[in-house]
């Protein structure tokens, strides 16, 4: 899907500091189908309620 949304003209991929300030600085907790991390500093919704952790 990422390839598909760069091939928009005008389109370009943003650094990772920006992407924290677009996603209100929440934090990327899952990797692989796991969270990494818990809490309300998770960007995932299963994250931040610790049902997966």
Request: include cysteine; aromatic fraction near 4%; charge should be positive.
């Amino acid at each position: 899907m990422l390839h598909s949304i760069l091939k928009i003209n005008g389109v370009s991929k943003i650094k990772k500091e920006e992407q924290q300030k677009i996603n209100g600085g929440r934090k990327q907790c899952i990797q692989n189908g796991v969270c990494t991390d818990c809490g309300e500093k998770c960007a995932e919704i299963e994250c931040v309620f610790c049902i997966d952790f």
